[in-house]
């Protein structure tokens, strides 16, 4: 299985930016889709963005525009980019790896049952 660290977490004003890194040890990265997903207080965790090994990406249509989630196979690190931040991104992100069988329909990206590696979650405050 994979194992997974973020950071980069932490407190900004809204239209502020952040960047999440997400770095994974363990079985072959590129055998993995990677991807972040977040949960606010209160409410159920959310996908947010994925990213394949070859280049692929899917974003909640929220974060379209303001996040980009790009990886290095060779580093074996998936970043999140944020920009533009408002309030309602406030939440605990989490990094989640997914080996590439369970990924087939879009839907799959989006899911969170597809993915079977999850980090310990990063805070991200945005302050209004």
């Known amino acids: 299985q994979v194992h997974l660290v973020e950071s980069g977490g932490g407190l900004v004003q809204a239209g502020g930016s952040l960047r999440l890194s997400c770095a994974a040890s363990g079985r072959p990265y590129d055998m993995y889709v990677m991807g972040w997903f977040r949960q606010a207080p209160g409410k159920e965790r959310e996908f947010v963005a994925a990213?394949?090994?070859?280049?692929?990406?899917y974003s909640l249509d929220s974060v379209k525009g303001r996040f980009t989630i790009s990886r290095d196979n060779t580093k074996k690190v998936v970043h999140l980019q944020m920009n533009s931040l408002k309030p309602e991104d406030t939440a605990i992100y989490y990094c989640?790896?997914?080996?590439?069988?369970?990924?087939?329909?879009?839907?799959?990206?989006?899911?969170?049952?597809?993915?079977?590696?999850w980090g310990q979650g990063t805070q991200v405050t945005v302050s209004s």
């Open positions: 990213a394949t090994s070859d280049g692929m990406t």
């Open positions: 989640a790896a997914g080996p590439v069988h369970r990924f087939s329909l879009r839907s799959t990206y989006y899911s969170d049952e597809s993915y079977d590696a």
